[in-house]
T-cell receptor, first 109, second 112 residues
Framework: GQNIDQPTEMTATEGAIVQINCTYQ??????LFWYQQHAGEAPTFLSY??LDGLEEKGRFSSFLSRSKGYSYLLLKELQMKDSASYLC??????????WGAGTKLIIKP | IAGITQAPTSQILAAGRRMTLRCTQD?????MYWYRQDLGLGLRLIHY???????GKGEVPDGYSVSRANTDDFPLTLASAVPSQTSVYFC???????????FGPGTRLTVL
């Protein structure tokens, strides 16, 4: 079967750094995505990794290790507006996205 | 219109009724998707369309049907709603040449 695991909830402090992990087992791999979803809103695209390594985009970075079936999203200089759910999704051999249940990130002042 | 729109925003429906959720995009994207999102579960693909005139089944297609008569519109129909179809429904689209999917604002559906 196909499976994507992420922690259900994490708490961090404003101004700090947080790492959200994602592990996956899927039928094929054609890229990994991270999306942000604020409560009551639609998911919005954050990052995409298809090769091993780190992709940096401002305060957000995403890392991929295909051999380990592992990715993480790193958020630096946390702001209150970063309180949201972060969704990990893998594009499988059929080019469909398989989604994790999401990690709810709570930022405390 | 800018991006993807969905209608209605929310709906309460009696079990057994027929319901069509509407989705329209103005980005000329080839591919469109319907997902449902339930608490504690990831987004689950219901149906998709890679291009106008074609559709395919996703992970949870039972009880739902779609059509893709043109590039812009991708309606989702519940022929006879059941309470287990209570969920938030998201429509999304993507261009073949780009990687990410763009999501509509969602429809919150309650079936009683």
């Amino acid at each position: 079967g196909q499976n994507i695991d992420q922690p259900t909830e994490m708490t961090a402090t404003e101004g700090a750094i947080v790492q959200i992990n994602c592990t996956y087992q899927t039928s094929g791999f054609n890229g990994l995505f991270w999306y942000q979803q604020h409560a009551g809103e639609a998911p919005t695209f954050l990052s995409y990794n298809v090769l091993d390594g780190l992709e940096e985009k401002g305060r957000f970075s995403s890392f991929l290790s295909r051999s380990k079936g592992y990715s993480y999203l790193l958020l630096k200089e946390l702001q209150m507006k970063d309180s949201a759910s972060y969704l990990c999704a893998v594009r499988d051999s059929n080019y469909q996205l398989i989604w994790g249940a999401g990690t709810k990130l709570i930022i405390k002042p | 219109i800018a991006g993807i729109t969905q209608a209605p925003t929310s709906q309460i429906l009696a079990a057994g009724r027929r319901m069509t959720l509407r989705c329209t995009q103005d980005m000329r994207h080839n591919a469109m998707y319907w997902y449902r999102q339930d608490l504690g579960l990831g987004l689950r693909l219901i149906h998709y369309s890679n291009t106008a005139g074609t559709t395919g089944k996703g992970e949870v297609p039972d009880g739902y049907s779609v059509s893709r008569a043109n590039t812009d519109d991708f309606p989702l129909t519940l022929a006879s709603a059941v309470p287990s179809q209570t969920s938030v429904y998201f429509c999304a689209s993507s261009d073949r040449s780009y990687n990410e999917q763009f999501f509509g604002p969602g429809t919150r559906l309650t079936v009683l």
